[in-house]
């Protein structure tokens, strides 16, 4: 039987037509693009193909898009770039509700003498912006922002964040890696320098990815060697992911906003079933709508275990996740959950759901009905 999946945030599936636009360079167009022959040179020419098709979609220019194995070398790359490049600052603000990826990242630049600033969030998961306004300083190297939560759904108000960074002169990064699939972005019209990127999340393949750097923005190496990507990125161009991600990249931003009013409507009728069949639900996060990634839903449930839960629902073909994918292995509660201080009633029986493109009607109903009936019979 087919498992039923509802973790989209977690990772996607490669589409056909991704897949069938990769084919060719797996198998055929196998040059590598640092060669002076002709199947080399012909895959060079792919790669800023690719690259120019990226920075139209995103209102970018080519030059500022910078391929590399996806969204956690990009979150490492844009911290630890900046701060190894620019040491005279060693202040940095970001938040309690970050990806991993960031708040290692940052953990790592505190052992190394950097003053970190962890900004409070709110119960839905909005930063503290007046916290913000009051600990922003000339002393402030960078601001990192994660644009929408991968696990609460949060989209936060990256242009007032980034013109409050811009009036600082600080360097302001988001991370974008769930937003992407859901938001288009507009460079230009973002006061934003760097952003993170990752293929898996849009129906690319995985170990794919982009750090958007704005020209004049002096980030240094992670990975040293040959000279590709500008010297900035060294190694050899990983060329069939790249073009999969270019493709899914173009298909999602032409289905977006028929896929976001499909995901939020299947979110809300999720939601709406099991709030009126439980009691003791709770919504982690802001409510289905435009504040919120369309195709997130986390809740917690009162007196659950959501680990046992989760395991439930897989014995019975549904595939959910307990929070961050990348923290599900972990017993205590997800830091994300602890921020935005869901109750202690509530923390333990908390649960993923991300719906995506091949999520249907037919599938919340059975989802609902299995949840729904557990709850009843724990």
Request: net charge positive; aromatic share 8%; hydrophobic share 35%.
């Amino acid at each position: 039987m087919k498992p039923v999946y509802f973790d989209y945030a977690s990772t996607t599936h490669i589409r056909k037509e991704v897949y069938d636009e990769m084919i060719p360079y797996l198998q055929k167009e196998y040059g590598n693009p640092s060669s002076l022959y002709d199947m080399g040179i012909k895959n060079k020419k792919v790669i800023n193909q690719c690259r120019k098709r990226i920075a139209k979609l995103l209102n970018a220019k080519s030059s500022e898009i910078y391929f590399c194995s996806g969204g956690s070398e990009a979150n490492n790359w844009a911290l630890k770039g900046i701060a190894f490049k620019h040491t005279k600052k060693k202040e940095i603000i970001t938040t309690k509700i970050e990806h991993h990826s960031v708040t290692h990242s940052c953990e790592f630049l505190e052992r190394m003498g950097y003053d970190v600033k962890y900004l409070d969030v709110d119960d839905l998961g909005f930063i503290d912006f007046g916290q913000l306004k009051n600990i922003i300083s000339s002393n402030t190297l960078m601001v990192s922002i994660i644009m929408a939560n991968n696990e609460i759904g949060t989209i936060q108000d990256i242009k007032k964040i980034g013109q409050l960074c811009k009036d600082w002169g600080v360097i302001f990064h988001i991370d974008a890696i769930q937003a992407m699939p859901h938001i288009k972005m507009d460079v230009k019209n973002l006061p934003i320098d760097l952003m993170s990127v990752s293929a898996h999340k849009f129906y690319g393949p995985k170990g794919i990815g982009f750090l958007y750097i704005r020209n004049g923005i002096e980030v240094e190496n992670l990975i040293h060697g040959g000279a590709q990507e500008k010297e900035k990125r060294a190694g050899t161009e990983n060329v069939p992911y790249i073009v999969g991600m270019t493709k899914a990249l173009e298909l999602a931003y032409q289905e977006m906003d028929e896929d976001v009013k499909r995901e939020r409507m299947l979110a809300q009728k999720l939601f709406s079933i099991l709030k009126d069949n439980i009691k003791d639900i709770k919504l982690n996060g802001p409510d289905i709508g435009i504040n919120r990634l369309p195709g997130n839903i986390n809740l917690s449930f009162k007196g659950i275990d959501g680990s046992l839960l989760s395991f439930e629902l897989n014995k019975a073909g549904i595939c959910v996740s307990t929070g961050s994918a990348c923290n599900s292995g972990s017993i205590e509660p997800s830091h994300v959950l602890q921020a935005i201080k869901v109750p202690k009633e509530y923390i333990n029986g908390t649960i993923r759901i991300t719906l995506g493109k091949e999520t249907t009607s037919d599938d919340i109903d059975k989802m609902c009905q299995f949840i729904i009936n557990y709850y009843h019979n724990k």
